[in-house]
């Protein structure tokens, strides 16, 4: 099953984790994230691996794609 | 070094470094503070004329350097813009009219606590306070949007800028205030200061090391790690402070502080609900300036004109209290803030989700 995608790329902390954490309340199953800096990636993954997801990144030039599952 | 570790060692370090900038010559429980940096630097330009407060401070050029190099090191440097450049300026030139109320950044705060300046707990209380508000605007749906890509040049701009600073500094040209006496008079030497600054930013730029994400991210998220760097700078200050003779604790007499506990909290809810909103203290905003981000160098400018300021129409407190103007500013300051986070609300606080969903929450 493909994952839904959250563009959250160029948002000030703490919106990137913030936006994922809604993400995850409405698709608990699994999303996609784009980020677009270390930032924000090392954050994110951070807070799903905290919640016991599994997190796979992808360079995606500038950008990163973060697959979150469980 | 993206670890916890990590953070606790950079927390570790940049204690060390602020004890050793005092023990070097930098005025008492100010071995580091970003807020006072820049208005000294301000001072030095001469946009104020407070005559104790004069310096381009090397510490502030240092840590945007050794940030911007870390940053080109590691590929994390990006040129990007355009989240509402002029609104973080304004959030910029109120923290530091908070700031500058309680007379200290959040990272001086935690350098005031470990020398035993119990009047910080007040300015800690009403940190955490604003950051609370700040939490639950966020909660909300505040946004400032995102930023989008810029050209390369314009992100060197920031660092180029500091090297002039540097250059003003040791060129020292007729037209550059230094003070005689006061806070601006007390520095280490130019090059200890640099060096010190250059190793602050390299390592806060590896870490992202942010005291307002701190607090922020353990009370949204239960998240320990950034507030694990804040509290191993207390920590090891207040270690450094015991050795070296410099923690004195106690409420009256404190070096540059004022017993004013009201205003030492309102001071700091201003400059943490400031922070919040902006995404992180005024430390990270250089990090995040010197990594190319254009709205963050903004944000500095709004931090030099708001020391300015302060200093200009007397909004600054000092070591004798807050003054009349200083309150009203501070006042001014929560309105124009909070208005800021109210007006930055997505219209709904829904998160679209790419693969046609769109998800309400």
């Given at each position: 099953?493909?994952?839904?995608?959250?563009?959250?790329?160029?948002?000030?902390?703490?919106?990137?984790?913030?936006?994922?954490?809604?993400?995850?309340?409405?698709?608990?199953?699994?999303?996609?994230?784009?980020?677009?800096?270390?930032?924000?990636?090392?954050?994110?993954?951070?807070?799903?691996?905290?919640?016991?997801?599994?997190?796979q990144i992808q360079d995606q030039g500038e950008d990163f794609l973060l697959s979150i599952t469980r | 070094m993206s670890g916890r570790k990590g953070m606790i060692l950079v927390g570790a370090m940049v204690g060390i470094l602020a004890v050793a900038l005092v023990a070097f010559g930098n005025p008492v429980n100010m071995g580091i503070c970003i807020v006072c940096?820049?208005?000294?630097?301000?001072?030095?330009?001469?946009?104020?004329?407070?005559?104790?407060?004069?310096?381009?401070?090397?510490?502030?050029?240092?840590?945007?350097?050794?940030?911007?190099?870390?940053?080109?090191?590691?590929?994390?440097?990006?040129?990007?813009?355009?989240?509402?450049?002029?609104?973080?300026?304004?959030?910029?030139?109120?923290?530091?009219?908070?700031?500058?109320?309680?007379?200290?950044?959040?990272?001086?705060?935690?350098?005031?606590?470990?020398?035993?300046?119990?009047?910080?707990?007040?300015?800690?209380?009403?940190?955490?306070?604003?950051?609370?508000?700040?939490?639950?605007?966020?909660?909300?749906?505040?946004?400032?949007?995102?930023?989008?890509?810029?050209?390369?040049?314009?992100?060197?701009?920031?660092?180029?800028?500091?090297?002039?600073?540097?250059?003003?500094?040791?060129?020292?040209?007729?037209?550059?205030?230094?003070?005689?006496?006061?806070?601006?008079?007390?520095?280490?030497?130019?090059?200890?200061?640099?060096?010190?600054?250059?190793?602050?930013?390299?390592?806060?730029?590896?870490?992202?090391?942010?005291?307002?994400?701190?607090?922020?991210?353990?009370?949204?998220?239960?998240?320990?790690?950034?507030?694990?760097?804040?509290?191993?700078?207390?920590?090891?200050?207040?270690?450094?402070?015991?050795?070296?003779?410099?923690?004195?604790?106690?409420?009256?007499?404190?070096?540059?502080?004022?017993?004013?506990?009201?205003?030492?909290?309102?001071?700091?809810?201003?400059?943490?609900?400031?922070?919040?909103l902006l995404g992180g203290c005024p430390l990270r905003q250089i990090i995040l300036a010197a990594e190319g981000n254009i709205d963050s160098a903004i944000t500095f400018l709004g931090m030099l004109v708001g020391a300015a300021f302060a200093h200009n129409f007397g909004l600054a407190a000092s070591g004798a209290g807050a003054t009349a103007n200083g309150k009203?500013?501070?006042?001014?300051?929560?309105?124009?803030?909070?208005?800021?986070?109210?007006?930055?609300?997505?219209?709904?606080?829904?998160?679209?989700?790419?693969?046609?969903?769109?998800?309400?929450?």
């Open positions: 099953m493909a994952l839904n995608t959250l563009d959250v790329r160029g948002r000030s902390c703490p919106e990137p984790v913030l936006l994922t954490r809604r993400a995850l309340e409405q698709a608990p199953n699994g999303v996609q994230v784009l980020v677009g800096n270390s930032t924000a990636r090392d954050n994110v993954r951070r807070f799903a691996e905290s919640k016991g997801y599994k997190v | 940096f820049i208005r000294d630097t301000a001072g030095a330009l001469g946009l104020h004329r407070a005559g104790v407060v004069q310096y381009i401070r090397p510490e502030i050029v240092g840590i945007a350097l050794g940030a911007w190099l870390m940053s080109l090191k590691g590929g994390d440097f990006r040129t990007r813009g355009g989240s509402a450049p002029f609104t973080r300026f304004i959030l910029g030139f109120f923290v530091v009219i908070g700031a500058l109320m309680f007379l200290g950044c959040p990272l001086r705060m935690v350098l005031r606590l470990a020398g035993g300046d119990l009047t910080a707990v007040f300015g800690l209380l009403g940190f955490t306070a604003g950051i609370l508000v700040g939490v639950a605007f966020l909660n909300k749906g505040f946004t400032l949007n995102r930023t989008y890509n810029m050209s390369k040049v314009e992100g060197f701009m920031f660092p180029a800028m500091q090297v002039a600073l540097l250059i003003l500094l040791i060129t020292a040209p007729a037209f550059i205030f230094f003070s005689s006496e006061g806070p601006g008079s007390l520095h280490a030497p130019v090059a200890i200061s640099l060096i010190a600054g250059l190793l602050l930013g390299a390592a806060a730029q590896r870490t992202r090391l942010c005291m307002v994400g701190g607090i922020r991210d353990f009370v949204m998220f239960k998240d320990t790690h950034l507030i694990s760097g804040f509290l191993a700078i207390l920590v090891v200050a207040l270690i450094g402070n015991v050795i070296t003779g410099n923690f004195r604790l106690g409420f009256s007499g404190q070096p540059v502080a004022h017993t004013d506990w009201l205003w030492n909290f309102m001071g700091m809810l201003l400059a943490g609900l400031g922070s919040v009203v500013a501070t006042i001014i300051g929560l309105a124009v803030v909070a208005a800021i986070g109210l007006m930055n609300m997505e219209r709904s606080a829904e998160v679209t989700l790419k693969g046609d969903v769109s998800i309400g929450s």
